[in-house]
C-alpha cells in the first residue's frame, strides 16, 4: 500500500499536523496589497457564518461562477449555513483568489473541493481553476496513500452531500478497498505473519482480548473498524466486489461488529440499526459456519434480544446457530443476567429451547433420511446446558420435563450430564415424591452411565428406588460380565477350551496355540491380560520388569473386583432382609405379581422378582472367596518386588 503500510496510530485526527502559516493575516496583507496596486476598496461584503470578509468584487467575480450571479445586482452576500468547511475553508478560497498558494493537505482537501464546487470555481471562469487543482491532488497524492485516503474519508462525515455528489467518498472507499486487497496478496513479501483468518479461531472461544490480540497484527483491520457504519459498509462491499476471500472478510465484519456491540469504548450509534446492518453484512449459510465462529453468533443473539431487536433477524439468527451446535462451547450459551427471576420462562431459555428445537427439526433427520452424526454431541450440549438452569427452584418437574424432552432419548449416547442435571433439579426440590421423582428420571437409562456415574447414583438418596435398584442391576451385570470373560480367559489360557477339562497329552503344545488365539489376550496391553496368562509371565526370569508391572495390573484388578462384589453382597443382603417386611410394597411395587422367569443375562429391568437373591448372596460369596485367594496371593508377590508407585488401577 502506497509503499506505506498503515501505522499504528489514531487517524482521526481533529486537525491538520502540518504547519501552516496564519491565514487571515496573510489574506490581510494580500487585500491591502490588491488596493494599493489597482486604487480599488473593498467593495463586496461576505458573510460566512459568523464572520464577515471585506474583499473586492473582481478576482470573485472572474473565478467563480456563484460570485458572478451574485454580485450582478448587490455587493453583499451572505453564504448559507451549511456552506462546506464553514468561515476556515472560505478564508482559504479567498487567498487563492488573490494569487496565494493555497497549502493543501490530506485535512483540508475535501472540505476545500466540496467549497470550490459550491462557488462554481471550474475551468469555465478561469483556467487552473480550484476545481481542477483539487481533483488532481485527490486523485495523484492522497488516493495512492493509505494514510491519507483514510484521513480524506473521515473529513467526508461532516461534507454530505457535496463529498458524496463529487465521488470523493466512493473514489476513497474503492482506494481502501484495492490496497486492502493487495495487503492479503502482499506482492512484496513485506509482511512478517500471515493474514488473519477465522479459521483457526473456530476452536477457540469468542473474547475482547482475542481480538485486541489480532488488531495488533493486522493495523489496517484496526483502521476500517474505526469507520462510521455507513462508510464500513460500502468498504466491505468494495472488498467483495473486488475479489476478496470470505474467509478474509468475515473477520473485518466480526470485529467491527466487536467494537461497535461489546466494547465499552466503541462508538455509540444507534444500537438498533447497528445490529440490524451488521446482520445483513454477514454471509448466512453453510459456507459462513466455516469461518465465524458460533460463539460469536450466540453474542450477536444475546445483544439482539437485549435491544428487542425484530423478530426476523432473531430467527435469522437463531437458524444460523441452530446448523452449527455441533462447534458450540456451553460457555457460549445464552443465560438469564438477573437470578431472581423464573429462568425456566426468561427469554434467553425460550431461546436456547427454539434453537434445539430447530436442530432436532432440520438436522437430525435431513432429507437423506439418515440422522445428524453430531446428533450426540448436541445432546450432551444441550443436557450440560440443563446443568445451568436446574437449579432454580421456581422449576417444576413438568416443565423440566419439557426441556428433557426437547433432545430426543435416541441422540444420548452418554446419560453423565443428564444424570448430574436431575441430580441438580432434586436437589433444589428436595419435597417431590417418590411418584414425581420417577416421572422426572424415568428418561435416565443406567446402561448408558459412566461407571463412576453409576456408584454415585446407586449411593444417591435423592435419587428414585426404582433408580436405584437399576443402577444396582447395571452394576451387577457389568461385574458378572468381567467375572465371566476373567473365568473364560482363564480356562482358555490353561486348559485350551471352555470346558474345563485338562488337554490330552497328544496335544502337547495345544496350550501356547490356543493361548496365542484367544480373543481375551491383548500381548502388546499387559492391563488386559487373562490372569493365567499373567500367572505365567510372571514365572518368566529373564524379564523382570514386565512381570512386576503385569502382576501389580491384575492386582488391582482382582481388588477393584472384590470391591464391587463386597458392596454387591451387601445390597443383595439388604434386599433379602427386606423381604420378611413384604418386598413388593417396600420398593413400591403393590400389585405386581413375582416373575419366576429368569431374566437373560445383560437385560436390565426394574423389577425386583427377576433376581433370586438367595442365589446371588451365595454366588457373591463364592466370588469373593476366590478373589480374596488371589488378592492374598498378588500381596505376596509384591513383598518381593515392590511396586511401582504411580500406577493406577484399571478396571476390567
Known sequence: MDGSTPKDNNISLLSSPFSSPNVSALLKIKIISWSQETGLPASV????????FN??????????GYFNRELTNSNEVELPQDFPGGPETFEMISLFVYGSSTLVDPF????????????????????????????????????????????????????????????IVSRCIESLAF???????????????????????????????????????????????????????????????????????????????????????????????????????????????????????????????????????????????????????????????????????????????????????????????????????????????LTRVASDAKICAKRFMELIEVMPISCRQNHDHLYKALNI????????????????????NCQKLSNEV?????????????????????????????????????????YGDFSGSIPSSRFANSRSQNLAESPCVDVDDTSNQPLGFLLQK??????????????????????????????????IQLQNTSKKVDPTRAYGLEGRTMSKKRTPLGQVTSCIGTVNLASQRRYASRLLNVFRRFSLFGRTKAKKKPSVTGVRPKSV
Open 45 to 52: 461584503c461576505v458573510r460566512v457564518g459568523d464572520r464577515l
Open 55 to 64: 474583499l473586492h468584487k473582481y478576482p470573485l467575480f472572474s473565478k467563480s
Open 108 to 167: 483540508n482537501v475535501a472540505s476545500l473541493r466540496c467549497a470550490a464546487e459550491f462557488l462554481e470555481m471550474t475551468e469555465e471562469y478561469s483556467s487552473g481553476n480550484l476545481c481542477e487543482r483539487f481533483d488532481i491532488y485527490l486523485n495523484q497524492v492522497v488516493l495512492q496513500s493509505w494514510e491519507d485516503t483514510f484521513i480524506v474519508l473521515q473529513k467526508c462525515q461532516a461534507l454530505d452531500p457535496w463529498a458524496e455528489e463529487l465521488l
Open 179 to 385: 490496497m486492502a486487497c493487495m495487503e492479503i496478496l502482499d506482492p512484496e513479501r513485506r509482511r512478517d505473519q500471515p493474514v488473519v483468518t477465522l479459521e483457526a479461531l473456530s476452536t477457540k472461544r469468542w473474547n475482547l482480548d482475542m481480538v485486541q490480540e489480532i488488531l495488533t497484527q493486522d493495523v489496517w483491520i484496526k483502521d476500517l473498524i474505526a469507520l462510521p457504519f455507513g462508510f464500513f459498509k460500502r468498504v466491505i462491499g468494495s472488498l467483495r466486489r473486488q475479489g476478496m476471500k470470505e474467509k478474509y472478510v468475515s473477520p473485518v465484519v466480526l470485529f467491527y461488529a466487536n467494537s461497535v456491540l461489546f466494547d465499552q469504548n466503541g462508538p455509540k450509534d444507534d444500537m438498533h440499526s447497528l445490529l440490524k446492518g451488521i446482520l445483513d453484512l454477514l454471509q448466512i449459510g453453510e459456507k459462513s459456519s466455516k469461518v465465524i465462529p458460533v460463539g460469536f453468533y450466540f453474542s450477536l443473539l444475546s445483544k439482539s434480544l437485549k435491544h428487542k431487536l425484530d423478530k426476523e433477524y432473531i430467527i435469522k439468527l437463531q437458524n444460523q446457530i441452530s446448523g452449527v451446535l455441533h462447534l458450540a462451547q456451553v460457555e457460549d450459551f445464552l443465560l438469564p443476567e438477573s437470578v431472581t427471576d423464573d429462568v425456566s420462562s426468561s427469554i434467553e431459555v425460550i431461546t436456547m429451547e427454539s434453537i434445539f428445537s430447530t436442530y432436532v427439526v432440520f438436522h437430525m433427520c435431513p432429507n437423506n433420511g439418515s440422522p445428524s452424526p453430531f446428533a450426540s454431541v448436541v445432546g450432551e450440549l444441550w443436557d450440560a446446558y
Open 425 to 444: 433439579f432434586l436437589q433444589a426440590h428436595i419435597e417431590l415424591s417418590q411418584d414425581e421423582k420417577c416421572m422426572v428420571c424415568k428418561y435416565l
Open 454 to 494: 453409576c456408584i454415585e447414583a446407586v449411593q444417591n438418596e435423592l435419587m428414585p428406588l426404582r433408580l436405584i435398584v437399576q443402577a444396582l442391576f447395571v452394576q451387577q451385570l457389568s461385574t458378572h460380565k468381567a467375572l465371566k470373560e476373567c473365568s473364560d480367559s482363564f480356562r482358555y489360557a490353561h
Open 538 to 571: 510372571d514365572s518368566e526370569k529373564e524379564k523382570p520388569e514386565l512381570c512386576k508391572k503385569e502382576y501389580e495390573s491384575t492386582s488391582f484388578r482382582i481388588q477393584t473386583l472384590e470391591q464391587q462384589l463386597m458392596v454387591l453382597k451387601r445390597s
